[in-house]
């Protein structure tokens, strides 16, 4: 069983940064591939990054150079560098675990697992 917990979203201006965090409780997490999705008002749920259990990344375009996914599993969080953030970057983010197939890159909402409460992300213009 994995119970995961965001932090750090709130309002930043457009091409400002924020950093999200994840912690993650439960003794898997090291072999646990780790998924940040979010979705904005009247959207569906959109996959943003993954990082697998060996630290291998895969970003959705509309991220690319700009987010930055990482993990340290000593202190058992996942975290999202968000820069450049822009209005469209508006929506409540959710952390997501996946045990089954740590080893892979998933993007799929239905490969992960365990979910969090999410945290919101505005971006004004």
């Known amino acids: 069983q994995v119970q995961l917990v965001e932090s750090g979203g709130g309002l930043v201006q457009a091409g400002g940064s924020l950093r999200l965090s994840c912690a993650a409780s439960g003794r898997t997490f090291s072999r646990s591939g780790m998924g940040w999705f979010r979705q904005a008002p009247g959207k569906e749920h959109e996959f943003v990054a993954a990082i697998s259990g060996s630290s291998g990344t895969y970003y959705t375009d509309s991220v690319k150079g700009r987010f930055t996914i990482s993990r340290d599993n000593g202190k058992n969080s996942v975290y999202l560098q968000m820069n450049s953030l822009k209005p469209e970057d508006t929506a409540t983010y959710y952390c997501?675990?996946?045990?089954?197939?740590?080893?892979?890159?998933?993007?799929?909402?239905?490969?992960?697992?365990?979910w969090g409460q999410g945290t919101q992300v505005t971006v004004s213009s």
């Open positions: 997501a675990a996946d045990e089954k197939n740590p080893w892979y890159i998933q993007t799929r909402i239905n490969d992960y697992q365990y």
